[in-house]
């Protein structure tokens, strides 16, 4: 199938329209946020464009018809991964993500992990009846739970050389039964913390990342760091990455960065994201990349 859209590009449209025009199989990972319920209007009165619904069940509902055509063009190994925080009304959350999360799963997506994006510069917010919000989940989703392609060794954390001691220590002077029990599993620790000083460590589900810093037009842009460990985790080389919210281009500089010949496709409803998305995106074609 020739495709009729261009690479390293977002095309301008709703997703699920776009979508038909992919051949299946096609996508390895998509990573995306799309727009919060009721926070934001994109457009001007697109009735197309999800997160200005009347109710939050229409609003779930076009998300699960997103992520499902997604599916449909999404390779066996494919994953997901979805940035959705909540809505207040009259100061009590509505519980979007869990409310996703549990729509998500009935859709036949599997869960694999819920990420923490802890926003270490995260703006105040103006209340007085509860404690700001830090923190937004990062849904990991599966296509197929036995099969879906993950593979973490480039996103480990360095691990200092004062943790790997004491760890160490514990391990050959500890007497507690678990370390007795952990020494006969394990053999030559020594070997193991080399292993751990040279490889690093798994970045765990709590990631420690600033918000966007970079000057955009789009009003709620995510930031590059955020998609790096998703697509080289879960984006072999030479695959696809999708984004059906594509804003500014956020996704799509992220993959032309990490390189490995990825190929980026996106879509957003917005005209002039997908014109500020195209303009960031044609230089970073043009860059080294990191790998």
Same mark, same amino acid.
């Given at each position: 199938?020739?495709?009729?859209?261009?690479?390293?590009?977002?095309?301008?449209?709703?997703?699920?329209?776009?979508?038909?025009?992919?051949?299946?199989?096609?996508?390895?990972?998509?990573?995306?946020?799309?727009?919060?319920?009721?926070?934001?209007?994109?457009?001007?009165?697109?009735?197309r464009?999800?997160?200005?619904?009347?109710?939050?069940?229409?609003?779930?509902?076009?998300?699960?018809?997103?992520?499902?055509?997604?599916?449909?063009?999404?390779?066996?190994?494919?994953?997901?991964?979805?940035?959705?925080?909540d809505t207040?009304r009259?100061?009590v959350?509505?519980?979007?993500?869990?409310?996703?999360?549990?729509?998500?799963?009935? #859709? =036949?997506?599997? %869960?694999?992990?819920? !990420?923490?994006?802890?926003?270490?510069? +995260? *703006?105040?917010?103006?209340?007085? $009846?509860?404690?700001?919000?830090?923190?937004?989940?990062?849904?990991?989703?599966?296509?197929?739970?036995?099969?879906?392609?993950?593979?973490?060794?480039?996103?480990?954390?360095?691990?200092?050389?004062?943790?790997?001691?004491?760890?160490?220590?514990?391990?050959?002077?500890?007497?507690?039964?678990?370390?007795?029990?952990?020494?006969?599993?394990?053999?030559?620790?020594?070997?193991? #913390? =080399?292993?751990? %000083?040279?490889?690093? !460590?798994?970045?765990?589900?709590?990631? +420690? *990342?600033?918000?966007?810093?970079? $000057?955009?037009?789009?009003?709620?842009?995510?930031?590059?760091?955020?998609?790096?460990?998703?697509?080289?985790?879960?984006?072999?080389?030479?695959?696809?990455?999708?984004d059906?919210?594509?804003?500014?281009?956020?996704?799509?500089?992220?993959?032309?960065?990490?390189?490995?010949?990825?190929?980026?496709?996106?879509?957003?409803?917005?005209?002039?994201?997908?014109?500020?998305?195209?303009?960031?995106?044609?230089?970073?074609?043009?860059?080294?990349?990191?790998?």
């Amino acid at each position: 199938m020739t495709l009729s859209y261009e690479p390293n590009k977002v095309i301008h449209g709703d997703a699920r329209e776009v979508l038909r025009g992919l051949p299946p199989h096609f996508i390895d990972v998509a990573v995306t946020s799309p727009p919060y319920f009721n926070l934001r209007n994109y457009t001007e009165g697109d009735e197309r464009e999800i997160g200005t619904e009347s109710s939050l069940e229409s609003y779930l509902d076009n998300l699960i018809q997103v992520f499902s055509a997604i599916s449909d063009k999404m390779k066996p190994t494919g994953t997901l991964w979805v940035n959705i925080a909540d809505t207040y009304r009259e100061g009590v959350p509505m519980m979007v993500p869990w409310k996703f999360m549990n729509a998500m799963l009935n #859709a =036949d997506w599997h %869960l694999i992990n819920i !990420v923490v994006w802890y926003k270490i510069d +995260a *703006m105040a917010e103006s209340v007085d $009846r509860r404690f700001s919000q830090k923190w937004e989940p990062f849904y990991f989703f599966a296509k197929d739970p036995d099969i879906y392609h993950f593979d973490p060794e480039g996103t480990k954390m360095p691990v200092k050389v004062s943790s790997v001691q004491r760890l160490e220590h514990k391990f050959n002077k500890g007497k507690s039964q678990d370390v007795s029990r952990m020494r006969g599993l394990v053999g030559d620790m020594s070997h193991k #913390a =080399d292993i751990m %000083l040279e490889r690093g !460590v798994n970045a765990g589900d709590v990631w +420690a *990342m600033p918000t966007n810093k970079v $000057r955009v037009m789009h009003a709620a842009p995510y930031p590059v760091e955020l998609c790096l460990r998703p697509i080289m985790s879960c984006c072999p080389q030479n695959g696809v990455v999708f984004d059906p919210f594509a804003g500014s281009g956020t996704t799509g500089v992220a993959t032309l960065e990490l390189g490995g010949n990825r190929t980026f496709y996106g879509t957003d409803i917005n005209p002039l994201s997908v014109e500020e998305a195209n303009e960031r995106l044609a230089p970073q074609a043009m860059q080294p990349t990191l790998f």
